[in-house]
Antibody, heavy 119, light 113 residues
Framework: QVQLVQSGAEVKKPGASVKVSCKAS????????INWVRQATGQGLEWMGW????????GYAQKFQGRVTMTRNTSINTAYLELSSLRSEDTAVYYC????????????WGQGTLVTVSS | DIVMTQSPDSLPVSLGERATINCKSS????????????LAWYQQKPGQPPNLLIY???TRESGVPDRFSGSGSGTDFTLTITSLQAEDVAVYYC?????????FGQGTKVEIK
């Protein structure tokens, strides 16, 4: 079955960077775009951007331009999200998510990775 | 950016009764070339990631119970749960994927009255 398994929780200091991984299984990794969405505690969902695992092409929400990098390693079916210059407002659960063929939107989600930014 | 506004924010409903959630987009999400509305609905239970219920505004995802249905076009959409079950207690989000940045509504919390 389709699975997206993310790396564990992180605690970072303001100004640092964090890199979250997302390992895909149960489907052809290169065949589906990966998106990243975050959710602060008790808040709504915020879309960060997308990556095509086949080409490596990416598109980022303007809010995160210059601070976010989405990459992948196709040999191990893993996508990565790196966010730099962290501030307290970046404390959130970060989700990787797959885009479905038929729906053209997010049809599978990772379990989420809590990133806490605190001095 | 397209702003998605849901109503109500909170919805108490008795078991077995109908729940109706509204979602309004700040601009049309209907793509005229294929006549599809780029609108999805998700259910999120505490401590879990969201789960896709409906896409193209009206198409139910595989495995989703048929008590869930979506309707609407253009800028106004509705998610209906025809007979609320205890396991439907959750927060529901609409989302547009017409253009980037993809955006979500603020969420509607459905609870048992």
């Amino acid at each position: 079955q389709v699975q997206l398994v993310q790396s564990g929780a992180e605690v970072k200091k303001p100004g640092a960077s964090v890199k979250v991984s997302c390992k895909a299984s149960g489907y052809t990794f290169s065949g589906h775009d990966i998106n990243w969405v975050r959710q602060a505690t008790g808040q709504g969902l915020e879309w960060m951007g997308w990556m095509n695992p086949n080409s490596g092409h990416t598109g980022y929400a303007q809010k995160f331009q210059g601070r976010v990098t989405m990459t992948r390693n196709t040999s191990i079916n893993t996508a990565y999200l790196e966010l730099s210059s962290l501030r307290s407002e970046d404390t959130a659960v970060y989700y990787c998510a797959r885009i479905g063929y038929g729906s053209s939107t997010i049809d599978r989600w990772g379990q989420g990775t809590l990133v806490t930014v605190s001095s | 950016d397209i702003v998605m506004t849901q109503s109500p924010d909170s919805l108490p409903v008795s078991l077995g009764e109908r729940a109706t959630i509204n979602c309004k987009s700040s601009q049309s999400v209907l793509y005229s070339a294929n006549n599809k509305n780029y609108l999805a609905w998700y259910q999120q239970k505490p401590g879990q990631p969201p789960n896709l219920l409906i896409y193209w505004a009206t198409t139910r995802e595989s495995g989703v119970p048929d008590r869930f249905s979506g309707s609407g076009s253009g800028t106004d959409f509705t998610l209906t749960i025809t007979s609320l079950q205890a396991e439907d207690v959750a927060v529901y989000y609409c989302q547009q994927y017409y253009n980037t940045p993809w955006t979500f509504g603020q969420g509607t919390k459905v609870e048992i009255k």
